[in-house]
């Protein structure tokens, strides 16, 4: 396992996800978490425009992503499709034909393809899944960071897992942009 200073090192890069027309593979090609360089700046950009103009409110009863959907205005039975999606998100992780059909479902309530969609559906995927490893872990009572390790490719084309321990938000370009929201809401589950 790396350290987390690789992911300030450009020679390292995070999976690629080539051009797809629709499902998992086209999410995957139209977010920041799957490209670098200036590509991942413009729609990272995207992705913290979208974020400034939400209110979410933290609530340690409520379950974040169903705040999260409110909050961009799509309704929270979408939630049971986040969560297909999420699970499916990460190319390394078992893809299916359910996960697909969320991730269509999602696109049609968010109104159609485009830059928009694939911004709101990434910020509720990634925040589904992290924000489910937190909860599961202050349940549990456990230390450390909610994702433990994230994957890049070295510059022999090797896939290669990093450690998160020092840096449970990342590091370098690709930097978790939800993470004031995230540590606000940690603080209201005290
Ligand atoms: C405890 C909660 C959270 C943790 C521990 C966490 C952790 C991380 C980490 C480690 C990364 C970087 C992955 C890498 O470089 O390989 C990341 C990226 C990301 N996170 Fe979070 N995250 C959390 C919550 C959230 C929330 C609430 C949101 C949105 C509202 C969010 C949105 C994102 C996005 C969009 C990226 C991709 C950024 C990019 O590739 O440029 N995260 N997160």
Do not use: K
Not at 56 to 85: F, K, M, Q, R, T
Not at 86 to 97: D, F, G, N, V
Not at 108 to 137: E, F, K, N
């Amino acid at each position: 396992m790396l350290t987390s200073a690789v992911l300030e090192d450009p020679r390292y890069r995070v999976p690629p996800a080539p051009p797809a027309a629709s499902g998992l593979a086209w999410l995957r090609s139209r977010v920041p978490r799957f490209c670098d360089g200036p590509e991942q700046a413009r729609r990272r950009a995207g992705i913290e425009h979208l974020l400034r103009s939400l209110t979410v409110i933290p609530n340690p009863v409520a379950d974040p992503s169903e705040v999260l959907l409110g909050a961009l205005g799509l309704p929270a039975e979408s939630a049971d499709d986040v969560d297909l999606v999420a699970a499916a998100y990460q190319p390394h992780t078992p893809q299916s034909a359910d996960a697909d059909a969320a991730l269509e479902r999602l696109v049609a309530a968010c109104g159609g393809r485009s830059d928009v969609t694939a911004a709101r559906i990434c910020l509720l995927v990634q925040a589904h899944a992290a924000m489910r490893a937190l909860l599961a872990q202050r349940r549990a009572g456990a230390a450390g960071p909610p994702v433990p390790v994230t994957r890049r490719i070295a510059p022999d084309g090797t896939v290669v897992e990093v450690d998160l321990a020092d840096a449970p938000f990342g590091r370098g370009p690709h930097t978790c942009p939800g993470r004031a929201l995230a540590e606000a809401w940690a603080a209201v589950l005290r």
